[in-house]
């Protein structure tokens, strides 16, 4: 089983930048995929972002593209999401998830953290 921790979320103003972190333990994270979904309220979840194990292909939702970057760093068990430009409508809970391929779809991911806050002000 692999256990998932995020962490860096926040209240900023839009505009502002916030990178957020996915540590793992418990399993061979260096061998999966990473995804970041999020989710606002009264909506439902949706994909950001997922990263293959070595880093080298990456996926964006078009509402993000451009202002998001994913990034892993195995050595350290550790995935991040690197968000820039935030904008209101970004204000939600975000997830980290793994799972075996590139997906967008979260029912494909098989373990999921607890999720961070990141609200964005005007």
């Known amino acids: 089983q692999v256990q998932l921790l995020e962490s860096g979320g926040g209240l900023v103003q839009a505009g502002a930048s916030l990178t957020l972190s996915c540590a793992a333990s418990?399993?061979?994270?260096?061998?999966?995929?990473v995804g970041w979904f999020r989710q606002a309220p009264g909506k439902e979840r949706e994909f950001v972002s997922d990263?293959?194990?070595?880093?080298?292909?990456?996926e964006f939702a078009d509402s993000v593209k451009g202002r998001f970057t994913m990034s892993r760093d195995n050595t350290q068990n550790t995935a991040y999401l690197q968000m820039n430009s935030l904008k209101l409508e970004d204000t939600a809970v975000y997830y980290c998830?793994?799972?075996?391929?590139?997906?967008?779809?979260?029912?494909?991911?098989?373990?999921w953290g607890r999720g961070t806050q990141v609200t964005v002000s005007s």
């Open positions: 998830a793994v799972g075996p391929w590139l997906s967008r779809d979260p029912k494909l991911y098989d373990y």
């Open positions: 990263i293959t194990w070595n880093g080298l292909n990456r």
């Open positions: 418990g399993g061979t994270f260096n061998t999966y995929v």
